[in-house]
């Protein structure tokens, strides 16, 4: 349980030492069985297990494994995907599950520009199969003091950026969710169309993005990103809040100022750019120092960097993060 990710550097890994991937229902033939052995509280996660397999074809079903995977015990893909943050769909954690069901995720283009060499639109399945996916086991930590364990796909950012040969002006990279009322209820002007400045946006610095645990997400539990998860594209960082994991992205720019990002804009006082999982600041109006996994009944304390600092301490040495968070 506290084996979060392998403790020691990892600059490069073989194909040779790669992990088996994890094979979820081994898991949660297991989390059962264990189960039926013990005491009731196991047994609603379990149950919820049980009852949750996905009905959805599982195209990357054999992703392999990665060391950078945790090995904790994975959230139930029911939660994972009914529990969700986006507000082009609702404000409420339970509706985007149900209006971004029928989302069209196809076609998609992404453009990357800005400040490199090789600008260019991709197609998304081009994209799939140009920068093979493997699975990420990461945790998954939001800014509003729960987390999840999920077995994501994707494959490193950092190596879509080398590919668009960044220049030397390029110090950060910034994310675009795309703008459309009429796919993204939310967005319609009103009540709920005033609730963000449209499109939803994010950024990274340069090295935070070529880290390898960065990466671009296309799926989860081995299909296709659902909707509400953000299809066909996400943003998945697992040492920072949440709300930088930017879904459903239409546009990577690199520049050489600091982008915006919406909850930043939304709120400054709240929400930094920096937004590292950090227990010793705490949100204006809450704690960080706690945190509830979704399914289990206790808090736990959260951990520096949501338990990555041995990886990423060092991109910021020398920083107060009580004034960058
Ligand atoms: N991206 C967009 N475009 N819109 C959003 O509202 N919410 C963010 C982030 N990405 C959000 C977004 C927040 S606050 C969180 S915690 C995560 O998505 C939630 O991701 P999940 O629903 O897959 O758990």
Same mark, same amino acid.
């Given at each position: ?183 993204? *209820? &939310? %967005?319609?002007?009103?009540? #709920?169309?005033? /609730?963000?400045? +449209?499109? =939803? ?24 990103? *659902? &909707? %509400?998860?953000?299809?066909? #594209?996400?943003? /998945?960082?697992? +040492?920072? =809040? ?84």
């Amino acid at each position: 349980m506290d084996m979060l990710i392998a403790k020691k550097r990892l600059p490069e890994i073989k194909s040779s030492e790669i992990t088996p991937k994890c094979v979820y229902r081994n898991r949660r033939e297991f989390i059962m069985g264990g189960a039926a052995l013990a005491l009731g509280l196991n047994m609603t996660s379990s149950w919820a297990a049980l009852q949750s397999e996905s009905p959805f074809p599982k195209p990357f079903a054999d992703a392999p494994g990665s060391l950078y995977s945790s090995d904790e015990k994975l959230t139930d893909y029911e939660s994972v995907t009914t529990y969700n943050n986006f507000y082009e769909f609702s404000t409420d954690k339970h509706r985007p599950a149900e209006l971004a069901k029928n989302f069209m995720a196809r076609p998609w283009t992404i453009s990357v520009a800005g400040e490199c060499n090789k600008p260019r639109q991709w197609d998304i399945d081009e994209l799939i199969s140009k920068f093979p996916s493997e699975e990420r086991i990461y945790r998954h930590r939001c800014v509003e003091a729960w987390s999840m364990v999920v077995p994501w796909i994707g494959f490193e950012l950092g190596k879509l950026i080398k590919a668009s040969e960044p220049t030397a002006n390029a110090k950060f990279i910034e994310f675009e969710t795309l703008h459309d009322p009429q796919r993204m *209820p &939310g %967005q319609k002007p009103g009540f #709920l169309g005033g /609730t963000l400045d +449209w499109p =939803y946006r994010e950024g990274l610095r340069m090295d935070e993005a070529m880290h390898p645990l960065t990466i671009l997400t296309v799926g989860l539990y081995g299909e296709y990103l *659902p &909707g %509400q998860n953000g299809a066909p #594209l996400r943003l /998945t960082v697992p +040492w920072k =809040y949440g709300f930088k994991g930017i879904k459903s992205i239409v546009s990577i720019r690199f520049t050489e100022q600091q982008p915006q990002n919406t909850w930043n804009l939304q709120a400054p006082s709240e929400y930094g750019f920096y937004a590292n999982v950090n227990p010793e600041v705490d949100h204006p109006r809450w704690s960080q120092a706690k945190e509830r996994k979704i399914g289990e009944l206790f808090k736990q304390p959260t951990l520096m960097f949501n338990g990555y600092g041995d990886h990423v301490a060092d991109l910021y040495s020398g920083m107060d993060l009580s004034r960058h968070f």
